[in-house]
């Protein structure tokens, strides 16, 4: 089998349809209501929250998940006020703080793989919430951080409630996680020299990816940090295919994103296109490792870009900024590659 052919080998096993279905359900409700409210500034907070809630779901008894999620829904509101709060603020501050949350949530790796893979996501979120408050003022949306916190919550809340009433209709039986995990060990990891250098490798190339975007001050750059976030390995253990299935995601997300960025103008047609991706990422996760983080970053850089009317100049930025992520998070592998082969390597989560 050739390398491009494992890349995006298919596990048809792994779809899980009325998984994606039940999140489009929350999604569209939530949205709705939202939007008959007048609050279409809380709508991409609600879907993400909720999206990323489902993701990190770590299953098993319903006392252990409601621990896990309310930490999850506490740190995301936090998250979520800090990035709102500084996003339209000095550059300065806004690099230092995605270096700070980046190198915190490349460490979480030493309590395992489930909370690892939560961190990644809050990260996410982070570098989204700090790019979003230019493009809601030149929209003419008025948002504070403090409401985009509290419907952090609200969207966790109600995610919570809802895995609640599940829990009970299925007879309090223990679930299994939402979203399937990268394969492998889940047990914690030892923070050996090599593993604490790439997390500080990682933070700092999101550091120089969100300060050439917010540096540039130019429309679209900010897609430089989500490209360079989505293609880098996201731990020192993680092998060559899954870091290969990375990179092919992020290009391939983008190029979707910009697709319907550059063909469908309505607003809320590109909203149902958000949800869709998101049933589409829930759905396929165990599919294919490269389909999952290209239905993500498309998700993702649709979201960021929604307030805007765009053109094909939009689009040639936004191919060069992807390419210019993309670069910098094969250059973090590249040094990963390195680190691998030192012997104090720690045991593999893959």
């Not at 990190?56 to 936090?78: C, E, K, N, W």
Request: charged share 15%; net charge positive; proline share 4%.
């Amino acid at each position: 089998m050739s390398r491009l052919a494992k890349v995006f080998a298919l596990d048809r096993k792994g779809l899980n349809l009325p998984r994606g279905l039940e999140i489009a359900g929350v999604l569209v409700a939530l949205g709705a209501l939202l939007v008959a409210l007048d609050r279409e500034a809380y709508v991409l907070t609600f879907v993400f929250a909720v999206l990323f809630a489902a993701l990190s779901d770590p299953g098993g008894a319903f006392a252990y998940r409601t621990q896990r999620m309310v930490l999850y829904g506490v740190i995301g509101a936090l998250l979520t006020a800090l990035g709102f709060g500084i996003g339209g603020g000095p550059w300065g501050l806004v690099v230092a703080a995605a270096f700070v949350v980046t190198l915190l949530g490349g460490l979480a790796v030493k309590y395992g793989l489930h909370r690892f893979v939560g961190g990644m996501l809050l990260n996410a979120w982070f570098l989204i919430a700090i790019a979003m408050p230019a493009p809601y003022k030149l929209d003419g949306i008025q948002t504070v951080a403090w409401k985009q916190a509290v419907a952090w919550l609200v969207a966790s809340a109600i995610w919570i409630a809802l895995t609640g009433v599940l829990w009970l209709v299925r007879g309090r039986k223990p679930r299994p996680q939402w979203i399937a995990e990268i394969p492998g060990s889940t047990a914690a990891v030892r923070l050996t020299r090599p593993v604490v250098l790439f997390a500080l490798i990682r933070a700092v190339a999101v550091a120089i990816a969100v300060a050439i975007a917010f540096g540039l001050d130019v429309p679209n750059a900010d897609w430089i940090p989500i490209a360079t976030f989505v293609a880098m390995k996201g731990s020192l253990q993680q092998t060559a295919l899954v870091a290969e299935q990375r990179v092919a995601g992020a290009l391939l997300g983008a190029a979707l994103a910009a697709l319907f960025l550059v063909t469908v103008h309505d607003k809320h047609a590109l909203e149902a296109v958000i949800i869709l991706l998101a049933v589409v990422a829930a759905s396929i996760r165990t599919v294919n490792y490269a389909l999952y983080c290209a239905a993500i970053a498309a998700f993702v850089l649709i979201a960021m870009d929604l307030p805007h009317p765009t053109d094909f100049a939009d689009e040639g930025r936004r191919v060069l900024f992807t390419l210019i992520g993309v670069g910098i998070g094969v250059l973090v592998m590249l040094l990963a590659t390195v680190l691998q082969k030192h012997p104090g390597k720690s045991q593999s989560l893959d």
